[in-house]
C-alpha cells in the first residue's frame, strides 16, 4: 500500500508543471486525496482535496494556490494530478501526495502520505 | 483560517519519561484535531484521529484528549523510537492547518 510522487523539477518563475500520484495496494477510486507540501525551513501546508468521483470529484484550495493549482484524478489509471501554473519562487518546496480518510463520515485525516517530490522556482 | 500553536517547541526526555506535547487553535474546532509524527527523511505518519482515536499498529504509550481549543498528546512511556517531530493538524475547516511541531530529542 503506497504513493508515490512524481514530476517535481526546476522551472522558472510564471512557468508551469504537472506532479502526479501513484497508487498501489489499495482501491484508489474509494479514496479522497490531498496535497501538502512543506517549503525549505518552513512548516507544513495543505495545498488542495479533490474527492471521491462518487461524490463528484469536487475539489478544494489553499486560497494562495486557488485559481493557480489544479487537481484531478483518474481512478482507471490509480493516478492523481498537481497541476501548477503561474509558479511563484515561494512555491518551491517538497509536495506531498496523501490519502485522506473521513472517518465518521465527519473527521478527516491523512493516513498514508508519498515520499514527496521537490519542486524548486527559481530563474 | 485556524491557527495552531504548539508547546513546547522542544523538549529533552529520557527514555520512560512520559511527555505531554499541547496543541492549541485559534477557535473552537469541536475535535477535529489529528497528531502526526515525524521522523527525519520520511513524510508524516498519523498517530490519532478525532482527538483521542489511536491509529491502527499505533502502540497504546500514545494517547490524546482535549476539547474547544486545547488538546494534549501524551506519551506514557518514551521509547527510543519515539524522538521525532510531533504536529497537530485541524481539519475543521479548510485551509486545514498543522502546528509548527514539537521536537522530541534524547536527553
Known amino acids: 500500500v503506497q504513493l508515490a510522487e512524481s514530476g517535481g523539477d526546476l522551472v522558472q518563475p510564471g512557468r508551469s508543471l504537472r506532479l502526479s500520484c501513484t497508487s498501489s495496494?489499495?482501491?484508489?477510486?474509494?479514496?479522497?486525496l490531498t496535497w501538502f507540501r512543506q517549503a525549505p525551513g518552513k512548516g507544513l501546508e495543505w495545498v488542495g482535496f479533490?474527492?471521491?468521483?462518487?461524490?463528484?470529484?469536487?475539489?478544494d484550495y489553499a486560497p494562495s494556490m486557488k485559481g493557480r493549482f489544479t487537481i484531478s484524478r483518474d481512478d482507471s489509471k490509480s493516478i492523481a494530478y498537481l497541476q501548477m501554473n503561474s509558479l511563484k519562487t515561494e512555491d518551491t518546496a517538497v509536495y506531498y501526495c496523501?490519502?485522506?480518510?473521513?472517518?465518521?463520515?465527519?473527521?478527516?485525516?491523512?493516513?498514508?502520505w508519498g515520499r514527496g517530490t521537490l519542486v524548486t522556482v527559481s530563474s | 483560517d485556524i491557527q495552531m500553536t504548539q508547546s513546547p517547541s522542544s523538549l529533552s526526555a529520557s527514555v520512560g519519561d512520559r511527555v505531554t506535547v499541547t496543541c492549541r487553535a485559534s477557535?473552537?474546532?469541536?475535535?477535529?484535531l489529528n497528531w502526526y509524527q515525524r521522523k527525519p527523511g520520511t513524510a508524516p505518519k498519523v498517530l490519532i484521529y478525532?482527538?483521542?482515536n489511536l491509529q491502527s499498529g499505533v502502540p497504546s504509550r500514545f494517547s490524546g484528549s482535549g476539547s474547544g481549543t486545547d488538546y494534549t498528546l501524551t506519551i506514557s512511556s518514551l521509547q527510543p523510537e519515539d524522538f521525532a517531530v510531533y504536529y497537530c493538524?485541524?481539519?475543521?475547516?479548510?485551509?486545514?492547518?498543522f502546528g509548527q511541531g514539537t521536537k522530541v530529542e534524547i536527553k
Open positions: 496523501t490519502r485522506a480518510v473521513q472517518w465518521l463520515g465527519r473527521y478527516w485525516y491523512f493516513d498514508l
Open positions: 495496494g489499495f482501491t484508489f477510486g474509494d479514496y479522497a
Open positions: 479533490i474527492a471521491r468521483n462518487f461524490y463528484g470529484g469536487t475539489t
Open positions: 477557535d473552537r474546532i469541536n475535535n477535529y
Open positions: 478525532a482527538v483521542s
Open positions: 493538524q485541524q481539519s475543521h475547516s479548510t485551509p486545514w492547518t
